[in-house]
């Protein structure tokens, strides 16, 4: 079964950074995109970054381009978020997400597996 399991998130001042960890495991990923994900109180689930396992190859939202790096390293099988320049609109549960293929895909129903997020909070 597929699992994905995101850990690295916490509070900080805003203008600060964390690192988020997606680690996945139970099926070989090198044809699926990878995405993080981001949920508010209130709000519904909303597309922040996403990478192509087998060419690292990235596409972001609009609002988080150049604060927020995607990444993966093939040989832990993990997916990271660094993020950086924080706001405090970036609070959030962050999920870490999976589909095959799919590459330019943004929709929360267009990925089929998903972690069970972590929070980040961003402080004033």
């Known amino acids: ?14 203008g600060g ?6 680690a996945a495991s139970g099926r070989t990923f090198s044809r699926y995109t990878m995405a993080w994900f981001r ?22 939202y609009e609002s988080v381009k150049g604060r927020f790096t995607i990444s993966r390293d093939n040989a832990k099988n993990t997916v990271y978020l ?20 799919g590459w330019g895909a943004t929709k929360v129903d267009d990925f089929g597996y998903w972690g069970q997020g972590t929070q980040v909070t961003v402080s004033s």
Do not use: H
């Open 1 to 14: 079964q597929v699992q994905l399991v995101e850990s690295g998130g916490g509070l900080v001042q805003a």
């Open 39 to 60: 949920q508010a109180p209130g709000k519904e689930r909303e597309f922040v970054a996403a990478i192509r396992w087998s060419t690292g190859t990235t596409y972001y």
């Open 17 to 22: 950074s964390l690192r988020l960890s997606c």
């Open 82 to 101: 660094q993020m950086n320049s924080l706001k405090p609109e970036d609070t959030a549960v962050y999920y870490c997400a999976a589909r095959f293929g």
